[in-house]
C-alpha cells in the first residue's frame, strides 16, 4: 500500500510538472505566432515603403533625364523651364533605404526570431537585412555630392506658394549654361540617383520575397498591395 500510495504521489507530481509544460510551451508558442505575425505586418509596410520609394525614384531618373537635355544641350525653350526646375528639385535629397524596423528589433532582442516562421523564412529575412545594410551605406555614399549640388550658384530655392513641392527651385538659366562645373555635377546627380533607383528596385525585390516567405511558414498571405504608408 504505502508502495502504491508513493507511485501515486510521484505520478501525479509528475503529471503536473508536464501539465505546467505543456502550458508553458503553449503560452511561447502563442507569444511566437503573435510574434510572427506583428512582424509579417512590419514587413508588409516595409514592400508598401519600398513601392513606394521605387516610384519617386523613377520620377527622380525621368526629370533628371528631361532635364539633361536641354541643359546640356544649351537648348532650353522657355515652355520647358518649369519641368526642368521640378526634375532638379526632386534631385536635392535621398531618402533612406530602411524603412521602420521596430518590431523585427524587438523580436531579436528578444531571442525570438530563431523559432519564428520556417529556416527559409528566417534566412531570406537575414539576407534582406544584410543586403539592406551594404546598399544603405551606399545611399550614403551618393548622397555626398548633394551638398555641392544644392549650392549651384544658378539656382535659387523658395517654399512652394501653390503646395504641389515644399520647395520650388528659380533656376539662372543662362548662368547655368555657362557654369560647366553644374553642368558635371548635374550629371553626376543624374547617374547617383540612376545607381540609387536599383538599389531601391533590388530592395523591393528582396522584400517581397521575404514576406512571401515568412507568410507561407504561418499559414498566411504576404499583402504586397497595401496603400503607401506615411511615417512620421
Not at 521640378?86 to 521596430?102: D, K, N, Y
Amino acid at each position: 500500500m504505502v508502495a502504491i500510495e508513493f507511485a501515486l504521489v510521484l505520478f501525479g507530481v509528475l503529471l503536473a510538472f508536464q501539465i505546467n509544460e505543456w502550458a508553458s510551451q503553449r503560452a511561447r508558442a502563442g507569444e511566437v505566432q503573435l510574434a510572427a505575425e506583428r512582424l509579417l505586418e512590419e514587413l508588409e509596410l516595409s514592400v508598401a515603403y519600398h513601392r513606394q520609394t521605387v516610384e519617386y525614384g523613377n520620377q527622380i531618373r525621368d526629370g533628371l533625364g528631361f532635364a539633361m537635355g536641354p541643359i546640356v544641350g544649351n537648348e532650353l525653350q522657355e515652355a520647358d523651364e518649369e519641368r526642368v526646375a521640378v526634375g532638379l528639385v526632386r534631385a536635392r535629397a535621398m531618402v533612406a533605404l530602411a524603412p521602420p524596423s521596430s518590431v523585427y528589433e524587438d523580436v531579436v532582442s528578444s531571442g525570438e526570431f530563431n523559432q519564428i516562421g520556417s529556416v527559409t523564412a528566417r534566412a531570406a529575412i537575414s539576407r534582406y537585412r544584410a543586403s539592406l545594410s551594404f546598399e544603405e551605406r551606399m545611399r550614403q555614399h551618393l548622397q555626398v555630392p548633394l551638398g555641392d549640388y544644392q549650392r549651384i550658384s544658378a539656382f535659387r530655392y523658395e517654399a512652394d506658394p501653390k503646395g504641389q513641392e515644399q520647395i520650388r527651385l528659380f533656376v539662372d538659366f543662362p548662368a547655368l549654361s555657362r557654369d560647366r562645373q553644374a553642368k558635371q555635377l548635374i550629371a553626376l546627380t543624374a547617374e547617383n540617383h540612376r545607381i540609387l533607383l536599383m538599389l531601391r528596385t533590388r530592395a523591393l525585390r528582396d522584400a517581397e520575397r521575404m514576406c512571401v516567405a515568412l507568410a507561407v511558414s504561418i499559414g498566411r498571405s504576404c499583402n504586397r498591395n497595401l496603400p503607401l504608408p506615411t511615417y512620421d
